[in-house]
């Protein structure tokens, strides 16, 4: 079964920082786009930072210049580094891939949106 995990959630003082890892698991024929998104209690879940196999990345504004997103294509793994953190940030991360998996013996594709269960990130103030 195609799995993504994340790790490293925490409780930091503002100013801090953190650094989020999400792993793949099972067979998967390619990633396309992965990304991490947060909700927050009482939101609607919404994009932090987003890159593309070939390494183009997307940030919300709230999170440009502190957030850096980086992708390992060997490794199918996607980390997201927080500096400078806000009690503004506190959320549940979750980790996101756009897959193509392989259905059947003769190559048959096909896209599936993949989460993990996210990880709780607490910014002290």
């Known amino acids: 079964q195609v799995q993504l995990v994340e790790s490293g959630g925490g409780l930091v003082q503002a100013g801090g920082s953190l650094r989020l890892s999400c792993a793949t698991s099972?067979?998967?024929?390619?990633?396309?786009?992965m990304g991490w998104y947060r909700q927050a209690p009482g939101k609607e879940r919404e994009m932090v930072a987003e890159?593309?196999?070939?390494?183009?990345?997307n940030y919300r504004d709230a999170v440009k210049g502190r957030f850096t997103i980086s992708r390992d294509n060997a490794k199918n793994t996607v980390d997201l580094q927080m500096n400078r953190l806000k009690p503004e940030d506190t959320a549940v991360y979750y980790c996101?891939?756009?897959?193509?998996?392989?259905?059947?013996?003769?190559?048959?594709?096909?896209?599936?949106?993949?989460w993990g269960k996210g990880t709780l990130v607490t910014v002290s103030s």
């Open positions: 099972g067979s998967i024929f390619r990633i396309n786009k």
């Open positions: 890159v593309t196999s070939g390494g183009m990345t």
């Open positions: 996101n891939a756009d897959v193509m998996l392989q259905v059947n013996i003769e190559g048959a594709l096909r896209n599936k949106d993949l």
